[in-house]
């Protein structure tokens, strides 16, 4: 048991799941109060000492059917065992000695052989190799050509053991040991293919993502931002100054309400003995307001900006609610405007935001390179109380999405909110990545008018 547990970990390390020796140890001395031989509940020890998170459920599930199932050899006898194990052990070097031009690696030989290992560090290198590249090339097909020279030593291993196996066949009748050992091999062979195949994304349980219906009323509220005339937009300015004016009212009840905290036992205590021991008069301890930061990170390429200029109208004219708003917008490179909106009118300053930002406006649009930036540039400003708010339709032009920089800025905030002024039925055709992005966001949201965007700010304020 101590041998099979050091080697699944060393399995899910290769893998990128990370497991400390104090984990193997409490899973081993965990595994003594159960049944073994019960797999549902061997498993559920497992499951429990090795994954942290509910994102790593997945990953988690598997490794677990890799590691027992699929490289499990399936004889019901000794003899089955050694009978078809010395086939296979002819076939594997017979494999080896017959690959002259090294067509077929040695890694996924030793895989076949039943040592993962070497297989799994070829695919770490292989996913850090697609990001490097990736983030030089700007195209989300870095890494197919090094998925394809795997897929192609697989294919190629699969022809050759079956030219093996009617090789061997031929001057003997095919028995049960043929089919075991083909068996044998082929499970191996799809069980890399599946580790090729697989996607590398975290399983978001926790997403919100917010419905809302596709019907467009008559009033201004439900009308999208996209299609507003410029008499409308001046319309829609008022009627934002009131809701803004509305929900400063709402909140500064709100904090009134609660600004008294908690009892003060020791004060009320004291005040009491004033009367007899009965306490009439109860103290509260005071505290301050609980405000959070906001950091947007805004697309300011096409209709996209129209639904992005409104919701920074909105921020910063509720920016007393919060302890600092930090505004940056991005074509195909990320720029920050807190200066602009911090000195200027917050309609001026959304003015000049199209016209004095450092930014190719008429470039493609790249959320992968402005990820990359603002993780190289900005991610030390993200905190536990840090609310990321991302204005986008998600179309990355094919570029590299840049997820990875994407879900280290999620674990340094609070939480992260992606706002989509597109259709929800566009969010899985062409160049969109919004369903990448979705695994690594809290909440997703459409946000076309002006409806479900005071929706959104009344969320976020109250």
Request: glycine share 6%; net charge negative; hydrophobic share 35%.
């Amino acid at each position: 048991m101590l041998n099979m547990m050091l080697k699944f970990s060393e399995f899910c390390r290769a893998s990128d799941l990370k497991v400390s020796t104090s984990e193997v140890l409490d899973c081993l001395s965990h595994i003594e109060l159960v049944n073994v031989v019960d797999e549902t509940e061997f498993r559920t020890v497992l499951c429990a000492n090795f994954v942290k998170t509910s994102r790593d459920q997945s990953h988690f599930d598997s490794l677990y059917d890799i590691f027992f199932h699929d490289l499990r050899a399936d004889e019901n006898t000794i003899e089955d065992y050694y009978n078809t194990q010395e086939e296979r052990n002819e076939i594997i070097e017979a494999l080896r000695e017959a690959d002259e031009n090294n067509s077929i690696g040695d890694a996924l030989i030793d895989f076949l052989k039943g040592d993962p290992l070497e297989f799994l560090e070829e695919m770490r290198k292989l996913h850090a190799s697609e990001e490097n590249r990736s983030q030089v090339v700007k195209s989300n097909l870095g890494g197919l050509s090094g998925r394809l020279d795997i897929m192609l030593q697989l294919n190629r291993a699969r022809s050759r053991i079956m030219q093996f196996m009617e090789e061997r066949s031929s001057g003997r009748g095919e028995g049960n040991s043929g089919s075991s050992t083909e068996n044998y091999f082929a499970g191996r062979i799809n069980a890399a293919r599946r580790m090729l195949l697989e996607e590398k994304k975290p399983k978001n349980n926790g997403l919100n993502h917010v419905k809302s219906d596709m019907i467009q009323g008559t009033g201004l509220g439900s009308k999208f931002f996209s299609s507003l005339t410029k008499t409308e937009i001046e319309e829609m300015r008022d009627t934002i100054e009131q809701l803004v004016r509305r929900l400063k009212d709402i909140v500064t009840r709100r904090w009134a309400a609660q600004s008294s905290g908690i009892l003060d036992i020791k004060k009320t205590l004291r005040r009491a003995s004033r009367y007899n021991g009965v306490p009439l008069d109860l103290a509260y301890k005071k505290k301050p307001p609980r405000k959070g930061k906001i950091v947007t990170l805004c697309d300011i390429s096409g209709s996209v900006w129209s639904a992005a200029r409104f919701m920074l109208n909105m921020l910063y004219s509720l920016q007393e609610c919060f302890s600092k708003v930090r505004t940056f917008v991005f074509v195909s490179r990320l720029a920050e405007a807190t200066d602009i909106f911090d000195e200027n009118e917050i309609n001026d300053a959304i003015d000049k935001v199209m016209t004095e930002i450092d930014i190719d406006y008429n470039a493609l649009t790249d959320y992968g390179e402005t990820f990359y930036g603002f993780q190289k540039s900005y991610l030390h400003i993200l905190d536990r109380k840090t609310t990321l708010i991302i204005v986008g339709d998600g179309r990355s032009n094919y570029f590299n999405p840049g997820e990875s920089a994407l879900e280290e800025m999620r674990e340094k905030c609070r939480r992260v909110i992606w706002l989509n002024p597109e259709p929800e039925k566009f969010w899985s055709f062409g160049d969109s990545e919004m369903r990448t992005y979705m695994a690594y966001c809290h909440e997703v949201r459409p946000c076309q008018n002006l409806n479900q965007l005071t929706n959104f700010i009344q969320e976020l304020v109250l």
